[in-house]
């Protein structure tokens, strides 16, 4: 809750004229609880759970020659049926894991510095600190993704993630409770070196779950503007983990591609886009264009 009861006390305090933006906040934000705007993350989950991979479900009922070019294991098609049952059990653990534990968070949120009040921070200072949150989560959450590829981590745990072997967009958050408990620990990291506004803390919850779902998508579509971010693996290097499934020991980085290619962990994929170079240059049976491999289940397995 902001310390000011008008706007007029708010510029006189800050010394200047609000901007549009912080005038748009402080009519929202100015009578509700810090507790209360905290919150809003559940909405924004539960909304990008429900509805950012819609556009992908109907592609993949409705799958026309145009797309299916793109879709990077084209012989697997899931049901409707199928596709709701992933996104019922993604709910399940939404309303029993994810918020209740984004509810008892919250002290952790004030303990670091998250703030609600003016002046808000500018573009700049925004798109800094998500960037500074995004290497740190990605740097943690590989090697807690290493470590639940071994034999214990994927038993237990990371194998109810692997049951989608060629992933949907629903199945990006689609895992084991103490999986989602572990990774949320990197999440948060970011945000507890480099604490911003709440505001940053929104939009890194929701990017940080849109860019799963991207990754998750199974298919790489070209026109995808993550394709200009230097560095990021996409859905093509993440469907790549997921076809190879529990003996995978490639391609754990969840955003970008440094980590692997650092810890000598991306052979196998980068091995994989040769041979399927090669067998398109000898006229072999991939079907290839210019943006990723598109290959079939009995081609990954002949390796």
């Known amino acids: 809750m902001l310390p000011y009861q008008s706007l007029q006390e708010a510029e006189l305090a ?27 993350n559940l909405l924004f989950l539960f909304c990008v759970f429900s509805f950012v991979p819609l556009p992908l479900v109907f592609i993949e009922l409705k799958l026309s020659k145009n797309i299916s070019k793109y879709k990077l294991q084209p012989k697997i098609r899931l049901s409707f049926q199928e596709m709701f049952r992933c996104y019922k059990d993604v709910m399940w653990m939404f309303f029993v894991v994810v918020g209740p534990l984004q509810l008892v968070s919250y002290p952790t949120i004030k303990w670091i510095g998250i703030r609600t009040g003016l002046p808000l921070p500018s573009a700049w200072e925004i798109v800094l600190q998500l960037f500074v949150y995004f290497l740190v989560e990605d740097f943690g959450n590989y090697w807690i993704h290493r470590f639940l590829h071994n034999k214990w ?139 990723g491999y598109h290959i079939s289940n009995q081609d990954l397995k002949s390796e």
């Open 14 to 40: 800050l010394g200047r004229e609000l901007t549009l933006a912080e005038k748009l906040w402080f009519n929202y934000s100015a009578q509700k609880s810090d507790y209360y705007l905290y919150c809003h």
């Open 153 to 291: 981590g994927y038993e237990k745990i990371h194998r109810v993630h692997h049951e989608y072997t060629a992933p949907i967009g629903f199945a990006a958050p689609y895992a084991h409770w103490a999986e989602i408990l572990i990774l949320g620990i990197p999440s948060f990291l970011g945000p507890a070196m480099v604490p911003g506004h709440m505001i940053t803390f929104w939009l890194w919850i929701i990017l940080r779950q849109v860019e799963a779902i991207e990754t998750h998508s199974g298919y790489d579509f070209p026109w995808s503007p993550t394709k200009y971010i230097p560095f990021y693996g996409g859905a093509e290097y993440h469907d790549y983990h997921h076809f190879v499934g529990g003996q995978s020991q490639s391609n754990f980085a969840s955003v970008f591609t440094y980590c692997d290619y650092i810890y000598g962990t991306d052979k196998g994929y980068r091995y994989q886009k040769e041979h399927l170079k090669k067998l398109k240059d000898w006229g072999g049976s991939c079907e290839q264009n210019g943006n």
